[in-house]
């Protein structure tokens, strides 16, 4: 399976920005890049996905590297419920068999 | 729509005890999988299904059975609990096609301690 390396850990402030890295170098043309989060005591949550163009939802923003090996996950303003674990996952041809890591965990201060 | 709902939400068991999990959507999503979630670590694929009647092993799959008779149910049994089963268990459900992805949806987890 693909792998991703994320930061164990990120900070920011509350109203601000969020960049949140994500390295995938073996990624293949058919892995699709996901992201979770994960809440305290909560199941994991949908934030976004992507193949190869940069994607937009309510949540969030994806943007994807144009050789396709790392991608970044953009709050655009952090709340303090977006304090949560990230997770960057690659599906392989969309199987849904998701291979979770460990996560950013982030922190976002009032 | 209720989406994915677990029961019990927290259970113990003794060693060599037998449960089943049950896991229930109401989207109508062909693939529903378990996972299980040791403390400060990732999810861990244990069992999935594409569609009634069609299940596969994931990462981790000593020690559990599941079956899928309805589009809807997916329980997984413990056949002997072990102290190593100690976990949050999470199920998940969501579309599946050979050409695309799609974003999945996942319970509240059942909190299993076995003693």
Redesign the interface.
């Known amino acids: 399976d693909a792998k991703t390396t994320q930061p164990n850990s990120m900070e920011s402030n509350e109203e601000e920005p969020v960049h949140l890295p994500c390295n995938h170098s073996t990624i293949s043309g058919t892995d ?1 890049i ?1 992201w ?1 989060r994960q809440l305290p005591s ?5 934030v976004i ?1 992507g ?1 190869t163009s940069n994607v937009n939802n309510r949540m969030a923003s994806l943007a994807i590297a144009e050789d396709r090996k790392s991608s970044t996950l953009i709050l655009h303003r952090a709340t303090l419920r977006d304090a949560a674990v990230y ?1 960057c996952i690659l ?1 392989d ?2 199987a ?8 950013t965990r982030l922190t976002i201060n009032p | 729509n209720a989406g ?1 709902t677990q029961t019990p939400e927290f259970q113990v068991l003794k060693t060599g005890q037998s449960m089943t999990l049950q896991c229930a959507q109401d989207m109508n999503h062909e ?1 529903m ?1 378990w ?1 299980r979630q040791d403390p400060g ?5 244990i069992h ?1 299904s594409v569609g009634a009647g069609i299940t596969d092993q ?2 981790v799959p000593n020690g559990y059975n599941v079956s899928r008779s309805t589009t809807e149910d997916f329980p997984l049994r413990l056949l002997s609990a072990a102290p190593s089963q100690t976990s949050v268990y ?1 199920c ?1 459900s ?1 579309y ?14 059942t909190r299993l301690t076995v003693t």
């Open positions: 699709y996901h979770y909560q199941g994991p949550e949908y996905h193949l997770y599906d041809q969309g849904q068999k998701l291979v979770f890591g460990q996560g | 994915v693939y999988s996972y670590m990732g999810l861990r694929l999935y994931g990462e999470f998940a969501s599946s096609t050979s050409s695309s992805s799609y974003e999945q949806y996942f319970g509240p987890g």
